[in-house]
């Protein structure tokens, strides 16, 4: 059965450096998503992509946080100068188009580790 | 910002019996409403979703009731499986395909062999 991927794991950074997650959506998914739960607290989304570019964001998505396809495949979360409050699993998702129905399929999530 | 809550947020129950498991959501705008299920260490699971011209979707031992008036939808797990222990978030969202998923806090479930 098709799944989402998710690498690395887990990535731990000291405050202020630049991290890049990374995702396979499922394949012939086109909306892709990136949410993350800060530990003990609700899963938030954070951005979606549709054809190239965002088609929504949450207030969470401020400049330090940038999104790309740069291939057919890959999907990334980039931040640009970590901070301690970005500590958290960060999940990408992906869903069909055309369908009726908005079920997300997620990925098994990135454990970011802020120092 | 709690426009979806889910107010237990553990739920213990012998196997074999019944698991009811609750969701309350404020946006009226919210039409289409999704179930997750999600171990330690991985990402959340889709297990059963429900559009608002329902108020019940199945699937196998998974019922989904949602009554659109009291802005409030239900899980129903029957029979109940160690298996299924986890802890199981209720999502919602406006419209269709590509829109936002607003999570519950989610309710931790323990089925006891």
């Known amino acids: 059965e098709p799944e989402v991927t998710q690498t690395p794991s887990h990535q731990v950074t000291q405050m202020g450096q630049e991290v890049i997650l990374r995702c396979v959506p499922i394949?012939?998914?086109?909306?892709f998503y990136w949410y993350r739960q800060i530990l003990g607290q609700k899963v938030e989304f954070l951005v979606s992509?549709?054809?190239?570019?965002?088609?929504?964001k949450s207030e969470i998505f401020d400049d330090q946080f940038s999104v790309e396809r740069p291939d057919g495949s890959n999907f990334t979360l980039k931040i640009r100068s970590t901070k301690l409050e970005d500590s958290a699993m960060y999940f990408c998702?992906?869903?069909?188009?055309?369908?009726?129905?908005?079920?997300?399929?997620f990925g098994p999530g990135t454990r970011l580790t802020v120092l | 910002d709690q426009q979806v809550k889910q107010n237990s947020p553990s739920l213990s129950v012998q196997e074999g019996r019944i698991s009811i498991l609750n969701c309350d959501y404020t946006?009226?705008?919210?039409?289409?409403f999704l179930w997750y299920k999600k171990y330690p260490a991985e990402g959340p699971t889709f297990l059963i979703s429900?559009?608002?011209?329902?108020d019940k979707n199945e699937d196998g031992r998974f019922t989904v009731f949602l009554n659109k008036s009291a802005k409030h939808l239900s899980l129903h797990i029957v029979p109940s499986q160690p298996g299924d222990s986890a802890v199981y978030f209720c999502?919602?969202?406006?419209?269709?395909?590509?829109?936002?998923?607003?999570f519950g806090g989610g309710t931790r479930l323990m089925v006891k062999p």
């Open positions: 998702a992906s869903s069909r188009q055309g369908v009726a129905y908005n079920e997300q399929f």
């Open positions: 394949s012939n998914h086109l909306y």
């Open positions: 992509f549709y054809n190239n570019e965002i088609s929504e």
């Open positions: 946006n009226s705008m919210f039409d289409y």
């Open positions: 429900i559009s608002s011209i329902k």
């Open positions: 999502a919602a969202s406006v419209d269709n395909a590509g829109n936002m998923l607003t």
